[in-house]
């Protein structure tokens, strides 16, 4: 879930202000002249996969003629500068660090946050209230659902919330789900490994083992933080990164459970590009790229929170080379524990590697998926990394980590079926195997990669006009101009 950065060189006052990026904004510089168009503003976690699509979001409700306001904390912000000129960006003080993460874990580290941030977040949000002419000037506000402790604030200025939910709709489902599990039965169950493999009840295909439980924190602190992520509250509607063609019948079980309309506007990064990587990206793996014949490579990136052991990576290696295939591999710094980057791996892992693969820091993924050398994308099929790769046609391997990866994966298996689960230990000889099954031609791989290009045609179709997604986003937009948007 989130991003392992050195925190950055700011005030780290405990005083409940709110801290304007310093740079001008023409409703700063007219601040008595009547605005325009009406604001929207965002309250994203500060984590890249999140991060990523509600600035997409930003970008698209943008294009419909609103302003967009985003309010962040401290850690991992984004800048203006990252072609975001149009936004106003205002930070709300905070004293959680990159040590924080570090010692608290994921989860705790967002449970705190929602703890600490609640006062001055309302502080900060009732200044950017005195700055509008009207309280009908913002449209709503939208927060990501990690972002709960916001919704207080808006309850107590009375205005309209909506929940972002950058996971899909069967995700969502599948969290509201373990919030009313008894966590000691269920930590039980999960001990047997036929129950591990057995169905659970309701969610099908999804296995016990498929659940978005938690690697960075216990049970316990899963369910906990769910509970609190499913909670609508006040919300008047809640918004999907998704679209219908992938998953119908999760949305319309939302629909019927929430009792607030749900509105599934993705795939966002095809319908509203917008750059946000909190990482630099190295483009000279593109260069290496147009070396490759088409097809031929497997793409390699686990995210940006995986963590992966030296046997792991040299068992990669190892399987990756006598594929015989050629792989760009992203290896995020910090991803090797005790080690900045590759310096703790063995002489033979940089050997193996320099035979056939391209080692980056990190990557232009999106321009890395649409480049035609590339047959496949071994991922941890995070949320926005599947649609990313569905949306360009790419057929996958699916190695999840956590959380909803393990729910993305049952899907790219079973139900799209256009991924490979790569599941327990890793071999060169599992590893081997099923880069060929995926890239080398044959029958399997052919048909996956003919059902992934169906799905990227049905994907593109829904944000073009008149498409599902589309025609969500323009249902939601009008709703917006309703006088009792507030009581849906």
């Known amino acids: 879930m989130f991003l392992k950065l050195s925190y950055p060189q700011c005030i780290r006052s405990k005083v409940s202000i709110c801290l304007p990026e310093l740079l001008p904004f023409p409703h700063r510089r007219k601040m008595d002249e009547k605005q325009v168009k009406r604001r929207i503003v965002l309250v994203p976690v500060p984590a890249q996969g999140h991060v990523t699509p509600i600035m997409q979001l930003g970008k698209a409700l943008h294009s419909k003629g609103f302003s967009i306001t985003v309010i962040q904390t401290q850690y991992n912000r984004v800048s203006s500068s990252q072609d975001f000129s149009d936004f106003q960006f205002l930070t ?13 874990g994921a989860l705790r580290f967002l449970m705190k946050l929602n703890q600490i941030c609640e006062a001055s977040f309302k502080h900060c949000f009732g200044q950017l209230l005195q700055e509008q002419v009207s309280r009908d000037d913002i449209a709503c506000v939208i927060y990501d659902e990690y972002m709960y402790f916001s919704a207080a604030a808006f309850k107590e200025f009375q205005l309209p919330s909506v929940i972002f939910s950058t996971t899909n709709a069967t995700a969502f489902v599948c969290r509201s789900v373990l919030s009313k599990v008894n966590a000691d039965k269920f930590l039980i169950d999960m001990k047997d490994p036929e129950v591990q493999n057995s169905l659970f009840p309701g969610l099908h295909p999804l296995r016990y083992k498929d659940l978005p439980t938690s690697a960075f924190g216990t049970l316990e602190d899963s369910i906990s933080l769910y509970s609190e992520a499913v909670n609508t509250r006040t919300a008047s509607a ?29 795939p966002l990064h095809i319908a509203a590009s917008a750059p946000s990587s909190l990482l630099e990206e190295d483009r000279s793996c593109i260069e290496w790229l147009n070396k490759q014949e088409p097809t031929s490579v497997v793409y390699i990136s686990l995210g940006s929170l995986g963590l992966m ?10 399987g990756l080379s006598n594929s015989n295939q050629p792989f760009l591999w992203v290896i ?31 990557a232009p993924q999106m321009e890395v998926l649409r480049h035609p050398a590339v047959g496949g994308f071994w991922s941890h099929c995070g949320w926005n990394s599947t649609l990313e790769s569905i949306g360009e046609g790419v057929p996958m391997i699916c190695r999840p980590i956590t959380g909803d990866q393990k729910v993305n994966a049952r899907y790219l298996e079973c139900v799209w079926r256009i991924g490979i689960r790569l599941e327990g230990e890793l071999e060169k000889e599992t590893v081997e195997r099923v880069v060929k099954r995926l890239i080398v031609l044959g029958e399997e791989g052919a048909d996956m990669r003919k059902r992934a290009i169906d799905l990227k045609e049905k994907l593109e179709a829904s944000v073009r006009s008149g498409g599902s997604s589309c025609s969500s986003l323009d249902n939601f937009v009008n709703s917006l101009k309703t006088k009792n948007f507030m009581q849906q």
């Open 92 to 104: 709300i003080p905070g004293t959680l660090t990159d040590s924080d993460l570090q010692s608290l």
């Open 238 to 266: 809640v918004i999907f990164n998704s679209a219908s063609c992938l998953e119908s019948s999760s949305l319309l079980r939302l629909q019927r459970e929430l009792q607030v309309p749900v509105y599934p506007i993705g």
């Open 309 to 318: 052991e030296n046997k792991d990576m040299l068992e990669m290696a190892r």
């Open 332 to 362: 995020r710094p910090g991803s090797v524990p005790g080690s900045e980057w590759t310096e703790s791996l063995p002489e033979e892992f940089s050997k193996l590697v320099s035979e056939r693969g391209y080692i980056v820091k990190w």
